[in-house]
């Protein structure tokens, strides 16, 4: 199963089919099932209603690029301008605030890496630096809740979506203070960029301006913190409160605009669609087939320590990592990796996190590195000038993913005191 799977990703089958096509190959050979048994699995992957929390995030992180992006890089910059590295700085911290409203790492470097990204060209820093840097501040925009990536998770996992989000804030502001950091210390050991210390009146100017996109995940989260809303309700309120800002307030937002958001958030969600409900009719197969037993009993048979088999399973991600991109890395592993961390008595929020924490690594690992390929169009550079500065980028997610599994209270503390679990 696993086998014809990873032949057909090898031989660059899209996602969501090759699970659909092994998982047919699987049925066919064995005789036992039906083959309409993967629609039936597919329709009831996708048929939920916690579901339409994806693409309503979706939407509301394209909504946010007409306006919001650029009053968030202003109060950034304004604030940490004065710092050694403050630009580099700013960049990371107006990706953290973006990713607490998108939930997409993609979207994330798209719509603050064009922004921050020429400006960080004039002032000098290197072109690899700047891929790096903005490649590992994306990945803040799914280490952040909302969280697109932890949604796919908890679904098909069955983890509490809150849970997940709440699990997420600690980690995420860890990673965000280390990647700022590792930023303006490089900055100031190799004499990058420009300071520039903001009068009081752009200060307060650009603290105002930027208090409406600040308040929109306040607004979002607080209600799922709350229990008033659940995570699709707080989607689509964000949506409505993102409309209201893009148009009304800000009045950047034409129906051309509108329209062009819907599009990519159509082309967007129905890609990752098409992977979840494959994935459903896949990971019932792996169920059924009682893989997680097998591979229990393999892991178990290299140590009996929980911490020891949580390791290897973060290692082997990390190799996979190398060859595959977060969504496929979570819709595969999740079935079969799962069941047994749960057996171990390993929380499935830790596990989330962790496991999200190293999708974020794989999207900067070459060969495939999407995050890094997109980051270096932003500034005109080749994917391969990040090599020298990725590493150092990546250690502040290697450090909180040590974290976390050593210290799980650290993601569990605020579900725990929220009531999530």
């Not at 000098?124 to 998770?153: C, D, E, H, N």
């Not at 949506?239 to 509108?258: D, H, K, P, Q």
Request: hydrophobic share 60%.
């Amino acid at each position: 199963m696993t086998g014809s799977l990873l032949g057909l990703l090898f031989f660059a089958v899209p996602v969501g089919f090759a699970l659909g096509i092994a998982t047919l190959l699987v049925i066919l050979q064995q005789g036992v099932f039906p083959a309409e048994v993967i629609v039936q699995r597919a329709i009831s992957g996708v048929g939920s209603f916690p579901m339409l929390a994806l693409p309503l995030f979706v939407l509301v992180g394209y909504l946010m690029e007409h306006g919001s992006t650029h009053r968030l890089m202003r109060f950034a910059n304004a604030v940490l301008g004065r710092l050694p590295g403050g630009m580099a700085a700013a960049e990371v911290s107006a990706s953290a605030m973006f990713g607490a409203v998108s939930g997409s790492g993609i979207a994330a470097i798209a719509a603050i890496g064009s922004v921050f990204g020429p400006e960080l060209v004039r002032q000098r820093y290197p072109k690899g630096f700047i891929v790096s840097l903005i490649a590992a501040a994306g990945g803040l925009g799914v280490l952040i809740p909302p969280s697109v990536p932890l949604i796919i998770y908890g679904l098909i996992g069955n983890v509490s979506i809150g849970g997940l989000f709440f699990g997420t804030i600690i980690p995420g502001l860890l990673v965000t203070f280390l990647i700022a950091a590792f930023a303006m210390g490089l900055s100031w050991h190799y004499g990058f960029g420009e300071r520039r210390k903001a009068p009081a009146g752009e200060l307060w100017s650009s603290f105002v301006s930027a208090i409406p996109p600040l308040m929109l995940p306040v607004v979002v989260m607080g209600g799922i913190f709350s229990g008033l809303f659940t995570a699709t309700e707080s989607a689509a309120l964000g949506v409505l409160l993102a409309m209201v800002l893009a148009s009304v307030v800000y009045g950047e937002l034409t129906w051309a605009r509108f329209y062009d958001a819907l599009v990519k958030t159509a082309l967007m969600s129905g890609a990752i669609l098409i992977v979840l409900a494959m994935s459903a009719s896949f990971a019932w197969l792996v169920t059924v087939s009682q893989f997680p037993e097998l591979v229990a009993t393999w892991l178990k048979g290299i140590s009996d320590s929980a911490i020891v088999v949580f390791i290897i399973i973060q290692v082997i991600i990390l190799v996979l990592g190398i060859v595959l991109e977060a969504l496929p890395i979570i819709v595969i592993t999740t079935p079969v990796f799962l069941p047994v961390v749960s057996a171990m008595g390993i929380d499935p929020i830790v596990y989330g996190i962790v496991l999200t924490l190293n999708c974020v690594i794989a999207g900067m690992s070459p060969p495939v590195a999407v995050s890094i390929y997109v980051s270096a169009r932003l500034v005109n550079a080749k994917p391969s000038e990040a090599n020298k500065w990725l590493l150092i980028f990546i250690m502040p997610l290697v450090l909180v993913g040590i974290v976390c599994m050593m210290v799980p209270d650290i993601v569990l503390y605020l579900p725990r005191v929220l009531g999530s679990i």
